[in-house]
């Protein structure tokens, strides 16, 4: 009999993943070359004033930016849609340095959850310049209901319940949001802030890692319970390319940062030394 080949749902993601990253570094290298071939053609024609360089097939960017740390990052711990989860300094200084390197782009427009730690992160990277704001309350994180607050990592050892929602997120229990509510909301806002004609050509979009992930996997065609094999940083910023018409975006960018922490190589301490064990020593 011959052999079948039997496709495991982690193969599917794994491969999945493999052809966004590859086709997010070959899309973004022919958007940079077709971008400086529009530039020297520009400057051969000694074009005068300020005429936008356009490129008919990428009409609207949306970047999509994750929120700064905060301490609940730090503690591994489930913010969930809890309020005063603020972001720490270190968070202040990731969401500024985005800022930062993005000052070169024409924003037109910050679409934030409304959540502190987003908020707090959009004002940060429009800081000292006149930028448009909105407050979207459908971008905000995942609803984890009772597991706010909570440790996920000893949810993860002692929470059965938990475990099943990790491995099926499209399925939630009780006061919790299901892995498909959340994206249909999140990508409810992707679509109005791809389509509205007065925006600008750059819109960014500032939420939660979840939401981010969520977005990008509609967009690229990947499942939502794959989404666990994306890594999306504090501050990072993935890129949304949309033409004319409806054909899926270009990923320009995925998960970008100005200072992506996987450069940072940290050694594992010295183990301590053991002291051997003294001889007990008795009169004789």
Known sequence: ???????????????????????????????????????????AQQYTGCTPLKDSRMKRKLLLIRHGQTTFNVEHRLPGQLPGVLLNEEGKRQAQQTGA???????GTI??????????????????????FHVEPDLAD???GKWAG??????FKSDPEWQLYVRQTASAPPGVESSLDVQARAVRV?????????????????????????????????????????????ASVSLLAFGEGEH???????????????????????????????EETGSV
């Open 150 to 155: 909570m440790d996920y990592n000893e949810l």
């Open 248 to 278: 899926p975006p270009t990923v320009l960018a995925l998960n970008w940062t100005p200072s992506p922490g996987w450069l940072t190589y940290t050694p594992d301490p010295p183990a301590e030394p053991t002291s051997p064990p003294k």
């Open 1 to 43: 009999m011959p052999v079948k080949h039997v496709t495991t749902p982690f193969f599917r993601c794994a491969a999945r993943l493999a052809w966004l990253q590859v086709a997010t570094w070959v899309r973004g290298y022919q958007f940079r070359g077709r971008m400086s071939r529009s530039i020297r053609r520009a400057q």
């Open 142 to 144: 995942t609803n984890v």
């Open 190 to 234: 992707a679509e109005r802030a791809r389509r509205a004609p007065d925006l600008g050509e750059y819109v960014v979009l500032v939420a939660h890692a979840d939401v981010i992930k969520l977005i990008l996997a509609y967009y690229t065609g990947m499942q939502p319970d794959c989404v666990h094999f994306l890594h999306i940083d504090n």
């Open 111 to 132: 679409i934030t959850s409304p959540l502190e730690r987003a908020y707090e992160t959009a004002t940060l990277i429009a800081q000292g310049r006149d930028i448009p």
């Open 101 to 107: 390197a993005l000052t070169g782009l024409p924003i």
